[in-house]
């Protein structure tokens, strides 16, 4: 299966698509598009060990892409809670026929403060 996910991951605006595709439902073939430098590094270590082994991410012992990525975004002083890579997990899922393709979302307000200028009301 091959899929595309595009996240908008908030305050940085370095929008990401990621296209992932399998064709034995394991292994999976991952490609990013973004601006943000540390998700180009992420990028190259995916390039490296490529195709991902779609089980073995999703198994008992820590995702090799989580674990790369957490060490990234600390040295470059990003957000450790970023979005992305958890996206990147998602598409490998999906692609792999592992997780069923639906849209994941997350709304922060500030408590206590006026919504009437929010650009998302739902």
Known sequence: MSVEVKIDPGICNFPVT????SNDGVHVDLE??????????????????????AYQELGP???????EARSILVIKGCCEACV????ICKAIQVAANLALPRDISMKIVKKGQSQTNSKDED
Not at 61 to 67: A, R, V, W
Request: charged share 20%; with cysteine; glycine share 2%.
């Open 18 to 21: 990621i296209s992932a595709a």
């Open 32 to 53: 990013l598009v973004t601006a943000c430098e540390s998700m180009l590094q992420l990028a190259k270590f995916i390039h490296k060990i490529m195709p991902i082994d």
């Open 61 to 67: 012992k820590e995702s090799l892409i989580l674990k």
């Open 84 to 87: 992305v890579p958890a996206g």
